[in-house]
Antibody, heavy 119, light 108 residues
Framework: EVQLVESGGGLVQPGGSLRLSCTTSGFTFSRCGLNWVRQAPGKGLEWISY????????YHADSVKGRITISRDNAKNSLYLQMNSLRVEDTAVYYC????????????WGQGTLVTVSS | SYVLTQPPSVSGAPGKTARITCEGN??????VAWYQQKTGQAPVLVIYYDSDRPSGIPERFSGSNSGNTATLTISRVEVGDEADYYC???????????FGGGTKLTVL
């Protein structure tokens, strides 16, 4: 069974930093592309970042470019998202999601972790 | 940047057909995916590559894509289909995933 489990969310002050993790199982992690998608409370889905299976291709949404770093550890079957200079508008549930290469359908999602940016 | 436009809400009677549209400039030239998201849950892929269904998704869910409009069709609508539905495409110009704003399906 494919599983993706996010962790690391919580309450952080504006300007602060947070590192999210996504641990996975049930599939060959090193062959899949991975994404972070977020959803602000009561709002729609917003894709924010993609990393290829070998970490050689990375894309970011303009809304977060320069403030986030996506990375992965294929030995640990884990995906990470380092977020800096957090803003109130970054408050959202953050999902990790799997695909099979850039532009291929995102076929599995984790349950998400809530990040709240507030003073 | 590429924009996908969905109606905020669609309603359907049980047993009838509901259609949710997704408009984008020449979207017919792109591959469209659709996701179902029930309240408090993660999204679930229901259609990919315009009209393919993942295993486990009922045949009642179908998709089409042509011109400037992609459509998700849900036949014989059930109360359990109530959810938000999102369309998605890969924008090659920006190397970004793009989601539509989502459509809330209400089963009357």
């Amino acid at each position: 069974e494919v599983q993706l489990v996010e962790s690391g969310g919580g309450l952080v002050q504006p300007g602060g930093s947070l590192r999210l993790s996504c641990t996975t199982s049930g599939f060959t992690f090193s062959r899949c592309g991975l994404n972070w998608v977020r959803q602000a409370p009561g709002k729609g889905l917003e894709w924010i970042s993609y990393i290829s299976s070998g970490s050689d291709t990375i894309y970011h949404a303009d809304s977060v470019k320069g403030r986030i770093t996506i990375s992965r550890d294929n030995a640990k079957n884990s995906l990470y998202l380092q977020m800096n200079s957090l803003r109130v508008e970054d408050t959202a549930v953050y999902y990790c999601a799997r695909d099979n290469g850039a532009g291929t359908p995102i076929d599995y999602w984790g349950q998400g972790t809530l990040v709240t940016v507030s003073s | 940047s590429y924009v996908l436009t969905q109606p905020p809400s669609v309603s359907g009677a049980p047993g009838k057909t509901a259609r949710i549209t997704c408009e984008g400039n020449r979207i017919g030239g792109k591959s469209v995916a659709w996701y179902q998201q029930k309240t408090g849950q993660a999204p679930v892929l229901v259609i990919y590559y315009d009209s393919d269904r993942p295993s486990g998704i009922p045949e009642r869910f179908s998709g089409s894509n042509s011109g400037n409009t992609a459509t998700l069709t849900i036949s014989r609508v059930e109360v359990g289909d109530e959810a938000d539905y999102y369309c998605q495409v890969w924008d090659r110009n920006s190397d970004h995933w793009v989601f539509g704003g989502g459509t809330k399906l209400t089963v009357l």
